[in-house]
């Protein structure tokens, strides 16, 4: 299995999913911020302020969703305590209800969950990708 989590009985899958869910949104936040600052810097498109609106929605409707998901962990006394990045993948420790454990999610299983939520949060979930075929071999450079 992609994700690795070693927990307390008392973790449930909802709480774990909720880690997950941080994890994500917030390597999607930063990378929609900084590819919408690299379009404004790059001098390559005709009309960026379109492309930027476009990955701006994106950024919106992670930052409120990371907002949700900020306002659930708390309310279930759950706190993420350190986030590493190496070359096999993310790794979360948290601490829930007092005990502490560790979530490890490989790149592979992270970058195409990231991509797959990107899309929906674009609007192009339900849109055919001509990247479809070769999405397994796209790297995302991602770093916090």
Aim: glycine share 6%; net charge positive.
């Amino acid at each position: 299995m992609a994700t690795i989590a070693k927990f307390e009985p008392e973790t449930t899958r909802e709480e774990l999913a909720l880690v997950r869910s941080y994890l994500l949104l917030t390597f999607i936040h930063k990378v929609f911020e900084r590819d919408c600052r690299t379009i404004g810097k790059s001098g390559l498109f005709k009309m960026p302020q379109l492309y930027m609106e476009l990955i701006s929605v994106g950024a919106k409707k992670t930052a409120l969703m990371l907002q949700e998901v900020n306002r659930e962990l708390a309310s279930q006394n759950i706190s993420i305590t350190t986030i590493r990045q190496d070359q096999r993948g993310v790794e979360a420790e948290y601490k829930c209800r007092g005990y502490v454990g560790e979530m490890k999610i490989d790149w592979q299983s992270f970058r195409k969950e990231m991509t797959l939520r990107m899309r929906a949060y674009l609007g192009l979930a339900g849109e055919y990708s001509i990247l479809a075929r070769d999405e397994m071999k796209t790297q995302l450079a991602v770093s916090l």
